[in-house]
């Protein structure tokens, strides 16, 4: 396999786009990055969603948004893993262009769910649960997170208050972010009067669905001119780990094992570890996850992921930054372009081209899409290359 590299970068913003199509918001994100690039045509389209069926009664989107684009003749395909969608297109791009079978290949992932009635939405969400033993009883995933948080709380006896760090550290990055779809500046109180949704997850501890689409475009790291402000974005690792879909079936309810599994095989390909990444963008849906996602990586000590949050450890210049555009919570989650807007956003702090929202000299950055409610996980890592 040989090394890959990430050329090109391209997003929306994440908001109500009444005005535009799946295949539009896709095809404008993909424009973007391959303008970014400086590439016209590429081997292969790899795009990441979720919903499309369900809310747009619209599949083969590889087709559609290959067509739209005028960008026939290539090998294109619709990549589905639920809410870690899009980042299960960015590893079937990474993996066509390292193994040879393409010489450049574009990831984009794209959603739209603010058209659709909110009770289709959580409908719809609810098919990345166990239909059978989850969703037929009722859960919503609103209320299969509120249960894992519940249970947080009692074995590791947390306060819900503790996990307000979360959100006003997502919301203090995401009012800087132009393309975030929450530009609110929240604190402990307000965090702590938000209206409940599922006791004991309230409206600040969950992430607000949008439209949106972002996209990379991956070339091979000896490319002619993958230098981009005298950096190479270089991938350093894919991994992907798998645990059972329904929590209840799971050994540990309050341990991500497939992102500790994940992660772990990440560090070996990267020969990197937990201390060496200088950003994370973990898939913070609901702040629990955060936590959870903390603990199965390393960052923190089971149990102990909220202290992290308390220290003041996870902003932009703490020990490890995370959600520094402002994460699900903030940027938003069109759930089938989540996945990218990591890589997208990871591309970014290693690029140097983030602004006012930058992680100094950040040099391996790592990103983390959750599928489910942690049955599939993928976790890549870049480094900048000088």
């Known amino acids: 396999m040989r090394e890959v590299a990430v050329i090109g970068i391209g997003q929306t913003p994440v908001d109500?786009?009444?005005?535009?199509?799946l295949k539009e918001l896709a095809g404008q994100a993909v424009l973007e990055a391959l303008e970014d690039s400086g590439r016209q045509q590429i081997d292969a389209l790899f795009v990441g969603n979720m919903l499309s069926s369900i809310l747009d009664h619209q599949d083969n989107l590889g087709g559609l948004i290959s067509d739209w684009l005028s960008l026939l003749d290539i090998e294109t395909m619709k990549c589905e893993a639920a809410c870690a969608s899009g980042a299960a297109a960015v590893r079937a791009a990474i993996l066509a262009v390292a193994s040879g079978a393409a010489e450049s290949a574009v990831a984009v992932g794209v959603e739209k769910m603010t058209e659709s009635l909110p009770v289709e939405t959580t409908s719809a969400l609810a098919t990345a649960a166990d239909a059978e033993y989850e969703a037929a009883m009722g859960l919503?995933?609103?209320?299969?997170?509120?249960?894992i948080m519940q249970r947080y709380l009692h074995t590791y006896s947390w306060e819900h208050t503790d996990f307000a760090p979360f959100s006003i550290n997502a919301h203090a990055n995401g009012i800087k972010n132009p393309n975030a779809r929450l530009h609110e500046r929240i604190d402990a109180e307000i965090y702590r009067k938000a209206r409940m949704v599922a006791d004991p997850i309230n409206l600040l501890d969950a992430s607000p669905i949008g439209d949106?689409?972002?996209a990379v475009v991956i070339v091979p790291a000896d490319s002619f001119k993958v230098r981009?402000?005298?950096k190479i974005i270089m991938v350093s690792a894919s991994a992907v780990?798998?645990?059972?879909?329904?929590?209840h079936s799971r050994k540990d309810p309050l341990w991500l094992s497939a992102a500790e599994k994940s992660?772990?095989?990440?560090?070996a390909q990267a020969r990197v570890s937990p201390t060496d990444i200088d950003v994370f963008e973990l898939h913070d849906a609901f702040s629990i996850m955060s936590a959870l996602s903390l603990e199965a990586c390393g960052f923190a000590e089971r149990g102990k992921g909220p202290r992290l949050a308390q220290e003041g450890e996870i902003g932009i210049t703490?020990?490890?930054?995370?959600?520094?555009?402002?994460g699900l919570k903030a940027r938003g989650h069109p759930v089938g372009g989540t996945g990218v807007y990591q890589i997208v956003e990871v591309v970014q702090q290693l690029r140097g081209t983030a602004g006012v929202l930058q992680v100094p000299d950040a040099k391996i950055g790592m990103a983390q899409?959750?599928?489910g409610s942690g049955a599939t996980i993928f976790t890549h890592i870049l480094k900048a290359i000088i």
Do not use: C, M
Not at 241 to 247: H, K, L, Y
Not at 263 to 267: D, E, G, T
Not at 318 to 326: A, D, K, L, Q, S
């Open 318 to 326: 703490g020990r490890i930054p995370i959600t520094t555009f402002g």
């Open 16 to 21: 109500e786009h009444w005005g535009l199509s």
């Open 369 to 371: 899409n959750i599928g």
């Open 241 to 247: 780990a798998t645990d059972s879909i329904a929590v």
């Open 212 to 214: 949106g689409a972002a």
């Open 228 to 230: 981009q402000n005298n």
């Open 263 to 267: 992660a772990k095989s990440a560090y």
């Open 140 to 147: 919503s995933f609103v209320a299969i997170n509120a249960l």
